[in-house]
Nanobody, 122 residues
Framework: QVQLVESGGGSVQAGGSLRLSCAASGRTVSRYAMGWFRQAPGKEREFVAA????????YYADSVKGRFTISRTNAKNTVYLQMNSLKPEDTAVYYC???????????????WGQGTQVTVSS
């Protein structure tokens, strides 16, 4: 089992920044690919970013490319999502997930955190 706990969410004005963290524990999490997904009210959960277990490969949704950066520190079993130039449409609950493959598909991820709320006001 892998346990994931997100933190760092909050409320920010448009143009601001937030950094989300996802602390992992349990199995050898450093061998898992990690992803960030988000779900806005009334919408389906969508892919945001993913990073390979080594950190050498990263992937982003077009909507966040150039504004968000995913990174990981395996020594601390932590994954980060730096979010800059935030927009009101980024408002959502953000979830981190762990899986065996680096993927944009949520069903590829076996373990999920509880989520953290991000609210961006205009």
């Amino acid at each position: 089992q892998v346990q994931l706990v997100e933190s760092g969410g909050g409320s920010v004005q448009a143009g601001g920044s937030l950094r989300l963290s996802c602390a992992a524990s349990g199995r050898t999490v450093s061998r898992y690919a990690m992803g960030w997904f988000r779900q806005a009210p009334g919408k389906e959960r969508e892919f945001v970013a993913a990073i390979s277990w080594s950190g050498s490969s990263t992937y982003y949704a077009d909507s966040v490319k150039g504004r968000f950066t995913i990174s990981r520190t395996n020594a601390k079993n932590t994954v980060y999502l730096q979010m800059n130039s935030l927009k009101p449409e980024d408002t959502a609950v953000y979830y981190c997930a762990a899986g065996r493959v680096t993927s944009m598909i949520q069903y590829e991820y076996a373990y999920w955190g509880q989520g953290t709320q991000v609210t961006v006001s205009s």
